[in-house]
């Protein structure tokens, strides 16, 4: 294999890898599953590395290609048991964000209402809290600009009713 595509992507990667990070962390609970999706995702972004159009942003074809693997990774497996229970205590973690002791509590209930998202809209608001544009959003899950912001609109309003139904 060639030296040189080896070390760019191993440098692209250490430079994105929040990315992966992320992604795993927020669709998988357990360790064991965390690390296969990882392996997963990276070994698509290296089958898929050549493909690269440098027209859009890295970082917006990294999850675009994170999100579609760990979107698939559950629907191809129907044995797999999906971990994330709304009883637990924490549902999403997210790299490079603070341990639990360390956030707000609506932080920390924010992130737990995420979790309890379907699939799809879980993908959206882990873009629109990276501050993430609309129609970079819509590229990377393959939607229209207008489905998503009908999606964040209405994922926004559940949420809202979430934290009122908290404070009761």
């Given at each position: ?27 998988c ?29 890295f ?19 129907s ?82 009713n ?7």
């Amino acid at each position: 294999m060639n030296t040189t595509k080896k070390k760019l992507f191993a440098q692209t990667m250490e430079q994105h890898k929040g990315i992966v990070y992320k992604i795993v962390n927020s669709y998988c609970q357990n360790q064991d599953d965390r690390q296969d999706l990882a392996q997963e995702i990276l070994t698509t972004m290296w089958l898929a590395f050549d493909n690269y159009d440098t027209e859009y942003k890295f970082s917006t074809w990294m999850y675009r290609i994170a999100l579609n693997v760990a979107i698939s990774y559950y629907r191809k497996d129907s044995k797999r048991v999906d971990r994330a229970n709304a009883d637990e205590e924490c549902i999403v973690h997210i790299a490079d964000f603070p341990q639990e002791g360390e956030r707000s509590e609506d932080v920390v209930l924010l992130y737990r209402f995420i979790g309890q998202l379907d699939k799809l809209n879980k993908a959206i608001m882990l873009l629109y809290l990276e501050s993430e544009p609309y129609d970079s959003i819509a590229n990377s899950l393959g939607m229209s600009k207008t489905n998503v912001a009908t999606r964040i609109g209405r994922i926004k309003e559940t949420l809202k009713n979430q934290f009122e139904t908290q404070e009761s």
